[in-house]
């Protein structure tokens, strides 16, 4: 409240004021590349999506069919074609192997994204894209502060997206952010940005031009201050805050993997080279009719667990925008039909957990 009321009595509420740059400090500072907030994690990816600038001859975008729809519309939006591909059961993470079998010669780039907090295999992506010369993007509206190989997630690619969604760990009830590790990018990201104008070399200390003009394509991609200004009081909580989450993982993994080990459900992993931020516990059930009978269960009981996407390759969006399937997709329609999501929040108490986990070893032992 107090850094709303700040910006409020200072009558400037537009973008790229102070709170902007603060967060803008706390993400240079923590990724060692530079960071552009954005009116939303879907507004970060239309802005890689513009960076990859698709030819008639490259203008494909491999991605896993198991993510949020602006994945998809991003790369539709920039007159690319989505190639979607099967994931890796264990982590709901886009399938190095799938994508391998996916390249051709129209491909631009991949869309790696990190499923609950977890990454992708970052190593094997890369590889790919150094063999085929292809841009690595990060969609990783999930995973702030988590990591791979002891690297944070949004330093393992060309360019990252990360969402402040009042969903997320960290909110500014809409917003988002485009890091671009790869500094070819960055010049064309800030005029894109800025609606496709040169205006942040013009305001640049030391500039010498008198004026700033339409140089390339681009949008209004800027958040309010007033956006910013919540937001850098979240970014201050972050390690709390995601202490926490990792805390309510391990607790549900700990307290649950009885019934995992008895075979009622699977319990989503994390790999030994990565650290998760906690942000999804989900659990696979058996079947989806069982899954739907869980979540009816833990709602009777006051619980809001949820299942999660509806795969994109079956979507009327994917028919319509002629997006190509690649593989029989087994794997994606199989955890999307089993998945249920538990609730977890930072300040989520310990009589809220365990009533989650009494009513999902209620449901078992009936």
């Known amino acids: 409240m107090k850094n709303l009321a700040e910006v409020i009595a200072s009558g400037e509420l537009q973008g790229n004021g102070p709170f902007t740059k603060k967060c803008h400090d706390w993400l240079e500072n923590l990724y060692g590349a530079p960071a552009l907030l954005t009116h939303s994690c879907t507004a970060a990816l239309d802005m890689a999506m513009m960076l990859v600038d698709f030819t008639s001859e490259r ?3 491999i991605l896993p069919s198991f993510t949020f729809v602006s994945t998809a519309t991003c790369i539709v939006n920039s007159g690319g074609v989505p190639v979607f591909v099967d994931v890796d059961p264990a982590t709901c993470n886009i399938d190095p192997a799938q994508v391998e079998s996916a390249v051709t010669d129209k491909t631009a780039a991949i869309v790696a994204v990190h499923y609950a907090g977890v990454c992708a295999d970052m190593d094997a992506l890369a590889e790919i894209c150094r063999r085929h010369d292809l841009i690595l993007i990060e969609d990783a509206a999930q995973a702030l502060l988590s990591r791979y190989k002891g690297r944070h997630a949004c330093t393992l690619s060309d360019m990252a997206c990360l969402s402040f969604h009042e969903t997320k760990n960290l909110v500014s009830g809409e917003g988002g952010a485009l890091v671009v590790t790869n500094p070819s990018f960055i010049d064309r990201a800030r005029v894109i940005r800025d609606k496709g104008t040169n205006r942040y070399d013009f305001f640049r200390p030391g500039s010498t031009l008198d004026k ?8 209004s991609f800027l958040p309010s ?4 200004a919540v937001l850098f009081q979240q970014l201050g909580q972050a390690e709390r805050i995601t202490q926490r989450r990792v805390e309510l993982w391990h607790w549900y993994r700990d307290h649950l993997s009885v019934l995992e080990e008895k075979g009622f459900f699977r319990i989503g992993k994390v790999p030994p080279d990565c650290e998760t ?42 028919r319509k925008f002629n997006a190509r399937t690649i593989g029989d997709m087994k794997h994606t329609d199989s955890v999307a039909s089993r998945m249920v999501r538990l609730p977890s929040y930072a300040h989520m108490t310990l009589d809220d957990s365990n009533k989650v986990v009494r009513a999902v070893y209620s449901f078992y032992e009936s």
């Open 225 to 228: 201050e007033l956006i910013a």
């Open 59 to 61: 203008n494909e975008v």
């Open 212 to 219: 700033y003009s339409w140089q390339d394509k681009g949008s």
């Open 277 to 318: 931020n906690g942000h999804i516990f989900y659990l696979l059930c058996e079947t989806s009719s069982e899954r739907d009978d869980l979540l009816e269960h833990l709602k009777n009981d006051g619980i809001g667990a949820q299942f999660h996407y509806i795969p994109l390759h079956s979507s009327v969006g994917a």
